[in-house]
């Protein structure tokens, strides 16, 4: 038996002392000398970049560290038990029963092959004595308080039948089912739309305070902390910045880095200038987009799903227009078609008055000249086995006006903008996101595009990388003056880039204006909801 | 990236097996075909290192002939498999639609059958001689080419930089070269090695069926098929081939790894 000390309010629930984690081979430290408190019931919010050691300082709370890295000083207490020292079938009954965990990808963090309602129970099953029955109950009642809709036959089905939100809700569901007195919540809304992250992170909220758990809520978005989090930790390079109330960090930062933190969110531009007495450069015109679904029987008909419904839309001459709308509204869709990367079921696009769906080669590849896609996955948008300069440079090949010469000058102009000068010859395993990020735009650029689409560009990155990457891409924009159609569920980033907002729920526009009556004097309900759910500061 | 233990043995054990084949060509101590039934079945001595077959004939001077015979074909084999199955694999995933359910239809009914049986097939319409196998096991093979390379093709071309390529206004062809083919080298690669101890083997499994080169010409297959009556009392020729087959196979393999992850800038 462990002796658990008397509770008195003051003595803290998780005390970190001192810890240092390091890798084992090299002794290289990332984490040094890391102490915090966090009592009972307290709501803290461990922020910083990606690299400064956040997820690890939390994982060693679990004793859960990648193979090669360890927690080699200090102390970790818990109700005043020292966790590096608890034997592994005490830490066996800690994790899952004291502290539970939700993690960032709902869609790889539920086992595919296995029921929900046997993913939820397994916990159950390990740390309690109830039956089967009982567990079943259990869930069913604690699957009724994160709302989800039909209990009995969300138990009996698969992951892949809910999307991120719900999957994200059930997962909190079964790591709160437990009662654990600590909760790890690390970038558990990253991957999910505005939306769906407020419904997600108040759930988490509510549960919290109904069992009194205390939260370690681990981002890198402060608009979260600022809302949900009472008291937060900065860490930068696994080093320990500042502590202290939330709000006094957000307004008076002590540090430069803090500082440097809350300078990097996104900010409203300048006042807007209204762009629609210039010349439209592309005009869509009453377009729909369907996808098949698969077959449900062997002789009926796929069923189509609309995911653009006869839809407006026109861009002037180097204005931004941003869309914005949760995941499934079909704003990817509407990019991709109007670049002819789907294809649409009717409708018009025109670019510069010409109708380019039914144009011919000689105009469609005019279009396809002076048309550029910035994607979100800087990971994937890269080919592995191409140097930056070669990935750059790949675009010019179309330009048989371009000489040798003219080419080179352009690429190293192009490089020297995106500041890629001296990293020309990597590869882009060798790059971090936000240099990956520049090397997609810099190829996007460097055929000097009337118009460029981008969606989601910033959503992979973190809050400082985001905020020099929307800088860049502003600066290239009022020195080339492309128009570019902004996709984003980020309303932040949106506020700081756009010109004019286009809100679409379910394949329509809902509303679009202005960027500053959008967002000073929202119409719509929906818009209403996108604007009340992004977090501000 | 640094030469590593392994791939330095496997590199030295492909170079003597290559160089023993090219040797054989030319030289070999004995005349692997000339029988002399006064020395049948003698054990290894100064004169004969690996000893002689129930025919009095050099086993050292067949293992060094059947080197160049077993090495030959298994590399047109496996380079016809890799070829074919690649280009086949390319076009009906990236092409999809009609072009990729016909060819995958006549693909999987390859796949159906074992390979070995329809090898012995195709070697009845051939003939069994080097170039009976070669195209026997060519078509074999080639199936199991087109199915990985198909798979790796379908995961690729939803890749983000496949789709930057079609903005950029490049050919289908041009994408499908340089983006989508260079990173299939990694899964062929690592197919082609393995494949090479597999028609190493059924070369050796057809020759000893008697339907793969006919005798007295020596493969490393068929010495060890004419060993078996005598692996009681004349171990060395079977354990000579055998040991060949195994140790060409590790040296292969061996180096196939760091084929595969030198072609990787990942891995570099």
């Known amino acids: 038996m462990i002796m658990t000390p008397p509770y008195t309010p003051d003595t803290p629930f998780l005390s970190i002392r001192n810890m240092r984690i390091e890798v084992a081979r090299s002794g290289a430290p990332l984490i040094e000398d890391l102490s915090y408190d966090l009592h009972r019931g307290e709501f803290l919010a461990v922020v910083g970049e990606s690299g400064s050691g956040k997820t690890m300082a939390a994982r060693a709370i679990m004793r859960l560290l990648p193979a090669g890295i360890a927690c080699t000083r200090g102390e970790i207490l818990l109700d005043g038990e020292d966790l590096l020292k608890a034997s592994a079938p005490r830490m066996h009954a800690m994790r899952g029963g004291k502290i539970g965990m939700v993690f960032q990808e709902p869609m790889v963090s539920l086992n595919p092959a296995h029921r929900i309602g046997d993913q939820m129970s397994e916990g159950m099953r390990i740390h309690t004595k109830l039956t089967k029955a009982e567990i079943r109950q259990r869930c069913v009642e604690m699957l009724k308080r994160v709302q989800i809709r039909d209990p009995e036959h969300c138990l009996n089905a698969y992951p892949h039948e809910f999307s991120g939100g719900m999957r994200q809700r059930i997962m909190l569901a079964s790591v709160m089912m437990l009662r654990p007195k600590l909760l790890i919540a690390d970038e558990p809304t990253t991957a999910l739309d505005t939306l769906t992250q407020r419904e997600v992170l108040d759930l988490m909220v509510t549960l919290a305070r109904e069992e009194g758990t205390a939260v370690l809520l681990i981002t890198h978005n402060l608009g979260l902390v600022a809302r949900y989090a009472q008291r937060a930790i900065v860490l930068e390079k696994g080093r320990f910045v500042e502590t202290g109330d939330v709000h006094r960090i957000l307004r008076a930062p002590q540090t430069a880095y803090t500082r440097q933190l809350v300078e990097a969110l996104p900010k409203r531009g300048d006042a807007v200038v209204p762009t629609s007495n210039r010349n439209a450069i592309i005009q869509v015109r009453d377009l729909a987009v369907t996808y098949r679904g698969n077959r449900t029987g062997l002789f009926k008909p796929r069923p189509a799903y609309q995911a653009i419904d006869g839809l407006d839309l026109d861009i002037h001459e180097g204005e931004t227009v941003a869309v914005v709308g949760g995941s499934g509204s079909g704003k990817t869709t509407l990019g991709r078609a109007i670049l002819r990367l789907v294809p649409a079921a009717h409708g018009k696009i025109l670019y510069r008055g010409r109708d380019v769906l039914a144009g011919d080669r000689a105009s469609l590849h005019a279009f396809r000249m002076a048309c550029q896609l910035v994607f979100q996955d800087p990971h994937s948008s890269l080919n592995p086995r191409m140097r930056v300069r070669d990935i750059v440079a790949e675009p010019l090949r179309h330009c048989p006006m371009m000489n040798a010469q003219a080419r080179r000058q352009r690429i190293d102009e192009t490089l020297d903008e995106v500041s890629l000068g001296t990293l020309a010859s990597r590869f882009p395993h060798e790059l971090s996101g936000g240099q990956r990020q520049r090397v997609a735009i810099a190829r996007a650029l460097v055929r000097r595009p009337a118009f460029v689409v981008a969606d989601e560009p910033v959503s992979a990155l973190d809050m400082t990388i985001q905020a020099q990457v929307l800088k860049l891409f502003q600066t290239l924009q009022q020195r080339y003056g492309f128009a570019c159609l902004f996709i984003s569920h980020d309303l932040a980033a949106v506020e700081q880039i756009a010109d004019r907002v286009v809100v679409m729920e379910q394949g329509k526009i809902v509303e679009q204006g202005l960027r500053d009556e959008i967002y000073d004097r929202p119409q719509h309900a929906y818009t209403k909801s996108l604007l009340e759910a992004a977090p501000q500061i | ?268």
Not at chain 2, 38 to 53: Q, S
Not at chain 2, 151 to 175: D, P
Request: hydrophobic share 55%; with cysteine; net charge positive.
């Open chain 2, 1 to 268: 990236m640094k030469l590593s233990a392994n791939a330095i043995i496997g590199g030295v054990i492909v170079a003597l097996v290559v160089t023993v084949a090219l040797v054989a060509i030319f030289w070999t101590p004995f005349n692997p075909l000339a029988l002399n039934m006064r020395l049948k079945l003698g054990a290894p001595d100064a004169a004969h290192w690996l000893g002689t077959d129930e025919f009095g004939r050099d086993v050292l001077s067949r293992l060094m002939a059947g080197a160049s015979t077993s090495a030959l074909v298994s590399i047109l084999t496996v380079g016809f498999a890799v070829i074919v199955g690649t280009i086949v694999g390319v076009v009906a995933g990236f092409v999809r639609g009609w072009t990729d359910r016909i060819l995958m239809t006549f693909n999987d009914t390859l796949l159906a059958f074992p390979g070995i049986l329809l090898a012995l097939g195709m070697m009845i319409v051939v003939g069994a001689n080097k170039w009976g196998i070669v195209l026997a096991l060519g078509f074999a093979y080639t199936p199991t080419v087109v199915r990985v390379v198909r798979g790796t093709v379908l995961s690729l071309r939803e890749r983000e930089y496949v789709e930057a390529s079609r903005m950029i206004g490049n050919s289908a062809a041009y994408t499908m070269f340089r983006h989508v083919l260079p990173n299939c080298v990694a899964p062929v690669a690592v197919l082609a090695t393995s494949m090479f101890g597999w028609v190493l083997l059924s070369e050796s499994a057809l020759s000893f069926l008697g339907l793969g080169v006919p005798p007295p010409a020596p493969t490393w297959g068929n010495m060890l098929a004419g060993a078996r009556p005598y692996i009681q009392t004349a171990v060395w020729l079977g354990v000579a081939p055998g040991l060949c087959i195994a140790l060409t196979l590790l040296g292969i393999n061996l180096l196939g790894d760091y084929v595969r992850d030198r072609l990787d800038p990942r891995m570099a």
